[in-house]
């Protein structure tokens, strides 16, 4: 995996699409870059203690084939209005110019936790924009087996049948393999 691009405002320009792009995007602290980590078997993404910093649009470019996008965590309280806005702006910015060449969105979401009420904005706009997502329940390792179950009907229940919803671990790398599986089958290849 190789970071060809960031993208952090209007005036940059967009890496030449390729066979596809997937979409990871979350609350920040959720595990959007230990899974990018994971599944490109890397460390080029940057894991901060520190969330909330510059928003930018990041381009992962695998295999010379397609990109993993990492879009800017959202959610972290200590941002200024202003970032917030920008943070908006760019995200809106990445999905205009880029919905058609979109293959799916993973929404990460940590999985000790019910649906915040930012998460299901994110998942009105991906409805909104049409663009397909799928469900990954992060840090499945931090639940006891009958809390983990409780947690995954919980999703579900609030989903339905129609999306598909991966408990994912990056301590015990459960999920990993079916999030790949997924990456394949919509027309990425493996690493
Ligand atoms: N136990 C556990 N910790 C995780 C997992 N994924 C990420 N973390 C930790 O959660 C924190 C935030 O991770 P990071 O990938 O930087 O989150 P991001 O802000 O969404 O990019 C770090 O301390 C990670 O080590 C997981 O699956 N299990
Ligand atoms: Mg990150």
């Not at 205009?96 to 993973?106: A, D, G, L, T």
């Not at 390792?141 to 919980?154: R, V």
């Not at 919803?165 to 493996?190: C, F, M, Q």
């Amino acid at each position: 995996m190789e970071l060809v691009k960031t993208i952090y405002s209007k005036k940059d320009k967009f890496p030449v699409p390729l066979n596809g792009e997937f979409v990871f995007v979350g609350r920040s602290n959720v595990g959007k870059s230990t899974l990018l980590n994971t599944l490109t078997g890397t460390n080029i993404a940057k894991i901060s203690k520190k969330p909330g910093k510059t928003a930018s649009v990041n381009f992962y470019k695998i295999n010379n084939l397609f990109y993993f996008v990492d879009l800017p965590g959202y959610g972290f309280a200590k941002v200024s209005e202003k970032e917030r806005i920008r943070w908006k702006q760019i995200i809106e910015m990445y999905f205009e110019s880029r919905f058609w060449n979109i293959k799916i969105v993973f929404l990460l979401i940590d999985g000790r936790h019910e649906l915040q009420k930012n998460d299901e904005q994110m998942i009105n706009w991906l409805k909104d924009l049409d663009l397909q997502f799928s469900i990954i329940l992060t840090k499945i390792d931090k639940l006891k087996m009958s809390e983990k179950s409780k947690m995954i009907s919980y999703y579900k229940r609030l989903f339905g049948e129609n999306y598909i919803i991966i408990p994912y671990s990056a301590i015990t790398k459960e999920g990993v393999n079916e999030i790949l599986n997924l990456v394949e089958v919509l027309g990425g290849a493996k690493n």
